[in-house]
């Protein structure tokens, strides 16, 4: 188990996601830009998963703003877990970390929302190939943008936080971005965090050029 599960399975974990209940409402917007303007999904059929969900509010969220779709999430921290299969919607969760993760299913859309960040960077490429590999054909990155990677300290932790263009690494991993939008906290109560919305190339047009 990495250093990083450690920190947010532990007691800072618990403080964090008890401290960091912000509601779902202010991120019911940042979802119909998603789905309804970025990808103009149809919901029946359509399955996401959120790859650390922790108290449930983007599923929440979703589920109260684009009824039908099929949500899942996995969450390491048992206190988020317990809050989220509580009071978030009946879907499927799990407690446990995306590394331990073996299941193959494929979703239509898989995301994060300030989760990347805490990945250490030497564990960071395989993680979201991970994520990569679970997605159909979307991915969506809600994290804080840097032009390059640097690690800020986080309430006097090292080792638990690093900002970077995560939208660049996934497009050099393959992906094509349809949306970035960044969302001012002043404005959107959110905390000035970067959207990228993502689909996985086609074989046919990877191999073009």
Request: with cysteine; charged share 25%; glycine share 8%.
């Amino acid at each position: 188990m990495s250093d990083q599960i450690n920190l947010w399975t532990g007691k800072f974990g618990d403080e964090y996601h008890q401290r960091e209940q912000t509601g779902w409402r202010d991120r019911c917007d940042l979802w119909i830009d998603v789905l309804d303007y970025a990808l103009e999904i149809p919901y029946d059929n359509f399955s996401i998963l959120e790859v650390g969900c922790g108290t449930g509010e983007n599923i929440t969220a979703i589920n109260e703003e684009c009824p039908g779709v099929e949500l899942f999430g996995i969450e390491p921290n048992k206190v988020a877990f317990d809050i989220a299969r509580h009071d978030g919607p009946a879907c499927m969760l799990l407690n446990n970390s995306f590394e331990n993760y073996k299941e193959n299913r494929k979703f239509n859309l898989v995301f994060t929302w300030g989760v990347l960040i805490h990945v250490h960077p030497d564990n960071l490429q395989a993680f979201m190939q991970k994520i990569i590999d679970h997605s159909r054909e979307y991915v969506v990155a809600v994290e804080y943008f840097a032009p390059e990677q640097r690690e800020v300290k986080y309430r006097g932790n090292n080792g638990a936080l690093w900002v970077n263009d995560f939208g660049k690494l996934y497009m050099d991993m393959g992906l094509e971005i349809i949306d970035c939008r960044f969302y001012y906290k002043e404005l959107t109560g959110l905390d000035n965090v970067t959207v990228w919305v993502m689909k996985k190339r086609s074989k046919t047009s990877a191999t073009k050029g």
